[in-house]
């Protein structure tokens, strides 16, 4: 027996994607293999912090940390430069080669001996690690093919769409 999956094959996107940030214009492949975007995708589970990591935190004594706790600091950084590294080459990949370039130059550090000008331009176009991981969400959910907005609100009052399915009707017998 075969399945018949109805008009499936529309749901592979064609149009590349585009966007601005910081007055740059990036463009980024139309769509992106499934295993490839399940692959990266960042659970609330993977970002939310690991127990005692807290206690990493600049200034304090970490002599005064147990073991397990420098352990649970050290994962949880661990963790968090994994995630960097799943989101960057997730950039990379969904990125064309020319938006990639620029995107790595935006999120670096201006480049050593720049000129004035370059500076002034460096600093405009430059991208904040929330900007990029703002961009990775919106990016994800729209290769994910989740909605990136809520869902506007139902109208209030009767749609005048006829009787409602919990209108009362006489029992069966």
Known sequence: MELDLGDVDHLKRTERVSFKLNGVRYHCVPDMPSDFVLG????DEDAAPTRGATASAPGADREALSDEEKAAAAAASRSSVDQLKR???????AMEP???TRWEINISEVAEGATPAQ????????ITLRQEMATFRSLLSHYAGRPTEPSSPSPAGDGGTGAGSTESKPAAA
């Open 40 to 43: 990266l995708s960042i659970s």
């Open 87 to 93: 989101m960057r080459k997730f950039f990379r990949t």
């Open 98 to 100: 020319d938006s990639w």
């Open 119 to 126: 500076r002034r331009k460096h600093s405009q176009e430059s």
